[in-house]
């Protein structure tokens, strides 16, 4: 990760959707001033989302996402239709794009976003007359409603004072309740195979990030310096921030009243649903021989040799629970539409998604009777500490 750039987990995402050819791909290219989709009149162009980071005003950081038509009827529809539907699940603001009265298709697609926020796009008004584009009004009279026409470059500052409209009014942050002013907070980072060479991980970054802006004074240990450490502190951490892996070893070392937590436990917190989390390690105790676990990471990476989600959790519940558990691996932002035949689901901390995905991972989980839970909070509960760290 570069430190002068914001991840796109943390940026807002803003999602283009409507019909094939109703100028999706022209009009967030108008949006953006640059060419960021290819653009044509042939069905099907844009065959995958595509995506792009940019700064917008009080917005902050975002990402714009071009997707597939929804009436694709191509021989790749059905996929492209599928990917438009993974995009969806993690839009943060919907813009509905619409240049014709035939509006069955986006009256779907605004039931499908359901609680999303969403903005009407009529666009190419330089071809519509008044007559289409008061019908089109009126059937939507209860969403915020732009004109716009993306190759005359027409109602585009429209479109961005509406954007600008769902501006977050508090932002959450990692350590919201955790820590003061000149707190003084250690973070346990351990250095192993599976640590990247010669940087730091997303959560590690973000929170040392976050904690100087809070003021507070950091350091940084290897678990194997941990002790070295406290021995040479003048006063006890306020807070130590471990990896989910060593936690146990921490919680051994660490004064007694130091609070403890880890970057998982943290983003579980940001970004997903905390209790749920907690209340799905109560899954572990009813797993039999052949039950199955989802392991979901959330980003795509080489697994190493001693890899948390793939070879640690795994052997730690198989080894505590004394059980033959079968174990799938789910890798990146997509969220498989088979969950029912899980028994339990556990999440990564999430860093690499946005808020709106992870917690729609969780709603869908909830809605089908599937527990769901988290790396850190896993490890703490067959650590016997779940209740002795602080989220």
């Known amino acids: 990760m570069e430190l002068n750039k914001t991840n796109s987990g943390s940026r807002i995402h803003i999602g283009f959707f409507g019909k094939v050819n109703a100028g999706k791909s022209s009009l967030i290219n108008a ?3 640059r060419d960021i989709s290819i653009v044509s009149e042939i069905e099907g162009t844009t065959t995958d989302p595509v995506y792009k980071s940019m700064e917008i005003k009080s917005l902050g950081p975002c990402l714009l996402m071009d997707t597939p038509g929804i009436t694709d009827n ?3 529809g059905e996929v492209r239709l599928k990917r438009t539907r993974e995009v969806m699940a993690k839009t943060d603001i919907a813009v509905i ?6 509006l069955n298709e986006e009256k779907k697609l605004i039931d499908d976003l359901k609680d999303t926020p969403k903005i009407i796009a009529i666009n190419k ?21 732009v004109e716009v026409s993306a190759r005359e470059n027409i109602g585009i500052d429209l479109l961005l004072r509406e954007l600008l409209k769902f501006s977050p009014k508090i932002e959450e942050r990692l350590f919201d309740g955790l820590v003061e002013e000149k707190d003084l907070v250690l ?14 991980i997303l959560p590690q970054v973000q929170s040392i990030r976050e ?37 146990q070893e921490v919680f051994e070392k660490k004064p007694k009243d130091t609070a403890l937590t880890s970057f998982s436990v943290l983003f579980a917190k940001l970004k997903g649903d905390i209790n749920s989390y907690v ?32 070879i640690k ?6 080894n505590k629970l004394n059980k033959n558990i079968k174990v799938d691996v789910l890798s990146g932002s997509a969220f498989p539409e088979n969950i029912e035949e899980y028994d339990l689901i556990i999440q990564c901390g999430g860093c690499m998604l946005n808020s709106t995905n992870i917690r729609n991972r969780i709603k869908t989980a909830n809605g089908k009777n599937i527990p769901i839970t988290n790396y850190g909070i896993t490890i703490a509960y067959f650590k016997n500490i779940l209740d002795k760290i602080k989220y």
């Open 74 to 76: 191509t021989e790749l």
């Open 279 to 310: 209340e799905g390690t109560k899954a572990f105790s009813k797993l039999k021989d052949n039950s199955k676990i989802l392991i979901a990471e959330c980003c795509t990476h080489a697994p190493a040799e001693e890899d948390i989600g793939r």
């Open 125 to 145: 008004i330089d071809n519509l007359n008044s007559t289409e584009i008061v019908k089109i009004k009126n059937e939507f009279n209860n969403l915020p409603i």
């Open 211 to 247: 904690l100087l802006d809070r003021d507070c004074i950091v350091m940084m240990v290897k678990l194997e310096e941990l002790e070295d450490a406290l021995n040479v502190m003048s006063k006890n951490p306020d807070l130590i921030v471990a990896d989910s892996s060593v936690f």
């Open 97 to 102: 794009v619409i240049s014709d009265t035939n």
């Open 313 to 318: 959790i795994p052997n730690l519940i198989r």
């Open 31 to 33: 949006f953006a001033g």
């Open 187 to 200: 973070l346990v980072i351990p250095q192993d195979i599976a640590a990247p060479k010669n940087r730091l």
